[in-house]
């Protein structure tokens, strides 16, 4: 990483409240480079806390574009942080219209020229497709950083119409924790406790509104850009990693959007900005590379940056299985259009009797971390123990060549069901001559969505049909001597929540089955593509302090042998305790679990507590927040707990439990 002090221009940055129609204020930082001529805006919107917990972040990007003739700005969302309001569900209509208002705000001041970008990854990404689509006259263009397209099936709700019981429990545990902190007293002043009460009462388990919408109804339409890519004007670079849940939205706003006005670019990253240099790598200078398109569409320069191949992407190397790699084998391709000519679909057709698939419901315990955040536990290790649970078809590799594969692979498959609903995981690994595997990618589907998303139609019991699905994109070259194998189970937890009944599995037959997969030739265009090395601007100064407590294990599985039940213990470590230069000791403790017994899918639940402290010495302020959440199922719905415990030192300010019944109708 090179840590960049000497900037074309020098910068200042100041707090500002940025006033909306309604006379809520939000929170926003402003870099601005010190030049007597407006500059373009660059905003980046975010419910995370610009004051402390995106801050360490924030100063390794917003400095440096300021440095190069931008505003750059962080605006915190309504409700979060230091804004004013109160908080709502994620990517909501007043989310997005606030979002216009504070893009309007910026064009409109005398040190912008009237353009503005917007950039982010995760929310930030998804609020920068969604305010595009929004189509505010000064927003110009827009770089989007592991989002997605499709709110339903390519977040952390459902996949392929089943409930994500990973994520759409703990995210949920996550924001509902992240929704009850305080705002910060440094910032907003004496009535910062007031304004925390306000918020609390508005403050509701996300969870509740995501299980109550099990189809792609009317709820997950909005905000989701594939239901209209014409109404995005803006000029998109959408960016993804093949390590991250969402890199399929790269390749289909490719796809869709118009090529005179987007590129694509996918690396081998986790959910993490490309210059983080964290694993799995190798990193890219991506603030350059940003700024080539900045300047491009924001201030007209003729610098090639619309030359570049319209779909830039990394193709890894056969590599052994791990949970963690620094750097992973392969190199740049570019493709000039997407669909791509050179990449062709070649079916590979299933061989065999009809096979019985019933597997244990631990499967997928070696899964992996829904969104790997670049930790030493977070991808899935050797796969052999989860093929033993699936039925496996497998194609050699020829000696002499590779099979090099870009894009999403799909199964065809022939089944039985003697119950009315099942689900389907299908795993793509790449098996060494020393039998390890590796998986490469993966795909779901839930039965009762096999002709929509948006509805549920209970399989006709005792019947075949054929159904079909895709796995998510990637890029991979399959070694010479390597076999392909495809492994399909009927059980992925905690990945996908089990309905009851799906413990009897299905009947496959291979007669009617194949994997295609999308094979691509070898380019004359290859290996052209260079990146500059990392850098940044200097890093904050967040201090950890030493502490001489174990660690807990990032990933823990226990296994309760005479009772048959299984628990996964996870640590997310999104930060933990540290010290911000201006005093402020912030410290958070999280710990997910996910239990469930080998043959009773109705024995699932996941359960999740946080620990929030946040304390200034100088000032006397002590602030915590405790929260709980469970789900488990039964035949008829899911049942949530959630609880909120606030405290301002040894006071509890507040304190509210939810009980909550949601039917299964789907998912």
């Excluded at 389907?424 to 020393?434: F, G, S």
Aim: a negative charge; hydrophobic letters at 40%; charged letters at 25%.
């Amino acid at each position: 990483m090179i840590i960049r002090t000497d900037f074309p221009y020098g910068t200042t940055h100041e707090d500002v409240r940025i006033p909306l129609p309604d006379g809520v204020e939000l929170y926003a930082r402003i870099w601005r480079p010190v030049t007597d001529e407006p500059v373009p805006a660059l905003l980046e919107y975010l419910p995370y806390r610009l004051t402390d917990w995106t801050a360490p972040r924030d100063a390794q990007r917003h400095p440096w574009y300021a440095g190069h003739g931008y505003a750059s700005v962080r605006v915190d969302v309504r409700g979060h942080g230091c804004s004013g309001g109160r908080p709502g569900d994620e990517y909501d209509a007043r989310e997005l219209a606030d979002g216009v208002a504070v893009v309007e705000w910026l064009a409109a001041q005398p040190w912008c020229t009237g353009s503005v970008g917007m950039f982010g990854i995760s929310w930030g990404g998804f609020n920068s497709l969604q305010i595009a689509a929004l189509a505010p006259e000064p927003l110009k263009a827009i770089v989007t950083v592991c989002s997605t397209d499709d709110r339903y099936d390519n977040d952390v709700h459902y996949m392929g119409g089943s409930v994500l019981a990973v994520d759409m429990h703990a995210w949920a545990a996550t924001m509902l924790a992240f929704a009850s902190r305080p705002p910060d007293p440094k910032f907003v002043g004496d009535d910062w406790r007031a304004r925390w009460l306000d918020r609390l009462e508005a403050v509701e388990p996300l969870v509740h509104t995501w299980l109550s919408h099990q189809t792609r109804d009317a709820y997950w339409r909005h905000g989701s850009v594939c239901e209209d890519y014409a109404a995005i004007r803006a000029a998109v670079l959408a960016v993804g990693g093949w390590h991250d849940p969402y890199r399929d939205t790269v390749l289909r706003l490719a796809e869709h959007l118009p090529a005179a006005r987007v590129r694509g670019l996918i690396g081998p990253w986790s959910h993490q900005y490309p210059d983080r240099g964290l694993p799995p790598g190798p990193a890219i200078g991506f603030l350059q590379e940003t700024l080539r398109w900045w300047d491009h569409w924001l201030k007209g320069a003729d610098n090639g940056v619309m030359d570049e191949p319209l779909l830039r992407t990394w193709i890894s190397d056969s590599h052994p299985p791990a949970t963690v790699y620094d750097e992973l084998p392969g190199r740049w391709v570019g493709e000039k259009s997407w669909p791509s000519a050179s990449v062709i679909p070649v079916p590979y057709v299933f061989q065999g009797a009809p096979v019985d698939v019933a597997s244990p419901q631990h499967t997928g315990l070696d899964a992996g971390r829904f969104f790997p955040f670049g930790n030493e536990a977070d991808l899935p290790p050797d796969q052999r123990e989860e093929d033993a649970k699936s039925a496996c078809f497998e194609f050699p590799v020829g000696r002499e060549e590779p099979v090099e594969i870009l894009g999403r692979p799909s199964v065809t498959l022939r089944l039985r069901l003697d119950v009315p609903y099942g689900q389907v995981v299908a795993r793509l690994c790449d098996v060494a001559p020393d039998g390890s595997s590796t998986l490469i990618t993966r795909g779901a589907l839930n039965l009762s969505a096999r002709r929509g998303r948006d509805r549920a139609l209970p399989w006709p019991v005792g019947s075949y049909e054929d159904i079909a699905f895709e796995l998510n994109g990637i890029g991979h070259a399959f070694a010479p001597g390597h076999r392909i194998r495809l492994a399909v189970s009927s059980a992925y937890w905690p990945w996908i929540w089990p309905r009851a009944g799906s413990e009897a599995g299905w009947t496959l037959d291979p007669a009617g089955s194949a994997l295609t997969l999308p094979v691509r030739a070898g380019s004359a265009a290859d290996g052209g593509i260079v990146f500059e090395a990392p850098e940044q601007a200097e890093p904050l100064g967040v201090v950890f302090p030493a502490t001489l407590d174990e660690p807990r294990p990032e990933r823990l599985v226990v296994r309760d042998v005479a009772r048959g039940t299984w628990r996964l213990e996870v640590d997310p470590r999104y930060g933990g305790t540290r010290v911000f230069p201006d005093g402020l000791e912030y410290s958070e403790d999280a710990e997910e679990v996910y239990e469930i017994q080998d043959a009773d899918a109705l024995s699932a639940r996941t359960s999740s507590r946080w620990r929030i402290r946040l304390h200034r010495p100088e000032l006397g302020w002590d602030a915590r927040v405790e929260t709980r959440s469970e789900i488990v199922c039964d035949e008829g719905g899911f049942l949530t707990s959630n609880e909120v415990v606030c405290r301002e030192g040894d006071e509890v300010v507040f304190h509210r439990t939810w009980e909550r019944r949601l039917p299964r109708a789907a998912g």
